[in-house]
């Protein structure tokens, strides 16, 4: 069936420190949807990307989709204790349906 | 600001009970969705509506239905509940079919 793998699973970083983590799909996705969730909260949505290559900036966060819209990568720039969370990507693979990635579990130790 | 509430936050059920899990959204949203999220698997769709009355599967159906009677509510049900079903349950709910989905607190589900 159709796949969204993440990477790494975990990441444990100093702050301050840059951190990336990959989402690579089986299939061409539609597009692309980036998820934060707090431990103990809910997923929150951060961006959408939509065209082949796209890169956009919030800040500190770097968000691309690939030349062939298989994977995509999120980016943080000197990382702060307030970036910790596990990171979903979501990738649109038909009507209505997204495939979450498994997450990457961002650690930032002070 | 979007709400989207679900009825319970932790629940604990025995075996072979009949079990709802409900949400309800305030924005007049169209899709509603239930997701499980499982360590290690991240969220798996269940079930989805588009419409009132209209329900589609997801990726993991089995074991579960779901009802939406109103437009802003949308009912997770587990039939006989078994212990495999142990796990976070989230709703979510979106305008159109490719904007941002809003997720519910939760709902850890137990089954003893």
């Known amino acids: 069936g159709q796949q969204v793998m993440q990477i790494p699973q975990y990441q444990h970083v100093q702050e301050g420190e840059d951190f990336t983590t990959y989402c690579n799909s089986s299939?061409?996705?539609?597009?692309i949807q980036w998820y934060k969730q707090r431990p103990g909260g809910h997923p929150v949505f951060l961006i959408q990307l939509v065209k082949s290559g796209e890169v956009k900036k919030q800040k500190r966060l770097t968000f691309q989709f690939g030349e062939a819209k298989k994977n995509s990568s999120l980016h943080i720039t000197a990382t702060q204790t307030t970036d910790v969370g596990t990171y979903f990507c979501a990738g649109r693979t038909g009507t209505y349906k997204y495939i979450f990635g498994t997450g990457t579990r961002l650690k930032v130790l002070a | 600001d979007v709400k989207v509430t679900q009825s319970s936050r932790y629940l604990v059920k025995r075996t072979g009970e009949k079990v709802f899990l409900e949400c309800v959204q305030d924005?007049?949203?169209?899709?509603m969705f239930w997701y499980r999220q499982d360590p290690g698997l991240g969220l798996r769709l269940i079930y989805f509506s588009y419409d009132v009355k209209m329900k589609e599967k997801g990726d993991i159906p089995e074991g579960y239905s779901v009802s939406r009677e109103k437009k802003e509510r949308f009912s997770l049900i587990l039939e006989s509940a078994s212990t495999n079903q142990t796990s976070m349950y989230l709703c979510?709910?979106?305008?159109?079919?490719?904007?941002?989905?809003?997720f519910g607190q939760g709902t850890r589900l137990t089954v003893v």
């Open positions: 979510a709910s979106s305008l159109l079919e490719d904007t941002e989905a809003f």
């Open positions: 299939t061409t996705l539609s597009n």
């Open positions: 924005m007049d949203h169209e899709n």
